[in-house]
Every structure is written in structure tokens, then in C-alpha cells.
């Protein structure tokens, strides 16, 4: 079975960077749909980005839309997302997420994924 592990989060001021990455292993499908999520303190999980590992473009939420990036390295069997210009409401605990999929749809966020990490933990401070 396919084993997600996050790493890369952790404290930065507003305006600042980080880059989490998602290792798989165990991978026994061709493609999948990969996504980031996150859940914000005292509130539900929402989707963040998602893309296909077989290639075609990537989807965000609107709230984070021109300052996140997902990419997945095949040769690697990662995935990362790269943040920029956070802010203190991004503070969340983010988590990957796969499944086996023909593609991502528009509609990722509202899809049950079969596969998930433990999360990392990521705080902006103002």
C-alpha cells in the first residue's frame, strides 16, 4: 500500500517561504491524483492544490492561488508545495493526499482520497 510521509513545515514570519514536500512509497499504480489539504485551527479541512502525476495542469483553492506552487517529481515519487508570501491565516497543519485516479478533476477538493500522511505543521507569525 502506498505510505504518504509530509516534511517541511514549520514557523516563518508573514511574507516568508517554505517548500513542504509528500514522499511515496509503496507505489504500485502509474498515476494518481496528489493533493495538498490543510486544516486550520478549530476549523474543517479544506483543499489547498492538487495535481495529476501524469502530467496537465495544476488546481488551487482561490485563497492561496498565485502564491502556492504544487509540483510532483516522478523520479523521486514526491510531491511538493511551494509557498510563498504567507500569511498568519495560512497557519494550518498541512497533510498530502493520493489516489489512483484516471485524472484530477476541477472538483479534487470535494473527493474522498484513498491515501493520506500525518501532516505537517506549518505557523506564520505576523
Known amino acids: 500500500q502506498v505510505q504518504l510521509v509530509e516534511s517541511g513545515g514549520g514557523s516563518v514570519q508573514t511574507g516568508g517561504s517554505l517548500r513542504l514536500s509528500c514522499t511515496a512509497s509503496?507505489?504500485?499504480?502509474?498515476?494518481?491524483?496528489m493533493a495538498w489539504f490543510r486544516q486550520l485551527p478549530g476549523k474543517e479541512r479544506e483543499g489547498v492544490a492538487a495535481?495529476?502525476?501524469?502530467?496537465?495542469?495544476?488546481y488551487y483553492a482561490d485563497s492561496v492561488r498565485g502564491r502556492f506552487t504544487i509540483s510532483h517529481d516522478s523520479a523521486k515519487d514526491t510531491l511538493y508545495l511551494k509557498m510563498d508570501s504567507l500569511k498568519p491565516e495560512d497557519t494550518a497543519i498541512y497533510s498530502c493526499?493520493?489516489?489512483?485516479?484516471?485524472?484530477?478533476?476541477?472538483?479534487?477538493?470535494?473527493?474522498?482520497?484513498?491515501?493520506w500522511g500525518q501532516g505537517t505543521q506549518v505557523t506564520v507569525s505576523s
Open positions: 495535481v495529476f502525476t501524469g502530467g496537465g495542469s495544476p
Open positions: 493526499a493520493a489516489d489512483p485516479m484516471p485524472q484530477c478533476n476541477g472538483d479534487w477538493y470535494l473527493r474522498g482520497y484513498y491515501y
Open positions: 509503496g507505489v504500485t499504480y502509474r498515476h494518481y491524483c
